[in-house]
């Protein structure tokens, strides 16, 4: 049984770097062919697809994040972790770490997942 546990401070100031780490346990992150991403959603609003590193190594990017998205991996721990910088409270949301099971998942779509982490909540303001 795979599982995600997502981990990180629960309130960032604006302006200030977002940093959460996902520690994967009953499977190897670098396990041919999983995809594994960073996802959030905001109050009120749907899922959004962040960014993915794949089992390779290859990192891919939301377009509308990659400026400020930055994702990275440990391979002897078993974790891999997103940074987002300058945030401002429209960054406010649930953050889900998940394994993607294709390369579908860099193109966004939100229906190619097996397991997710419990959900952490992050909270911009000052």
């Known amino acids: 049984q795979v599982q995600l546990q997502e981990s990180g401070p629960g309130l960032v100031k604006p302006s200030q770097t977002l940093s959460l780490t996902c520690t994967v346990s009953?499977?190897?992150?670098?396990?041919?062919?999983?995809?594994w991403s960073w996802i959030r959603q905001p109050p009120g609003k749907g899922l959004e697809w962040m960014g993915a590193?794949?089992?390779?190594?290859?990192?891919y990017y939301s377009p509308s994040l990659k400026s400020r998205t930055s994702i990275s991996r440990d391979t002897s721990k078993n974790q891999f972790t997103l940074q987002l910088s300058s945030v401002t409270p429209e960054d406010t949301a649930v953050y889900y770490c998940?394994?993607?099971?294709?390369?579908?998942?860099?193109?966004?779509?939100?229906?190619?997942?097996?397991?997710w982490g419990q959900g952490t909540q992050v909270t911009v303001s000052s």
């Open positions: 998940a394994r993607g099971l294709s390369g579908a998942v860099v193109a966004g779509t939100l229906d190619e997942y097996d397991y």
């Open positions: 009953g499977g190897s992150i670098t396990t041919d062919y999983y995809y």
């Open positions: 590193i794949a089992y390779s190594g290859s990192i």
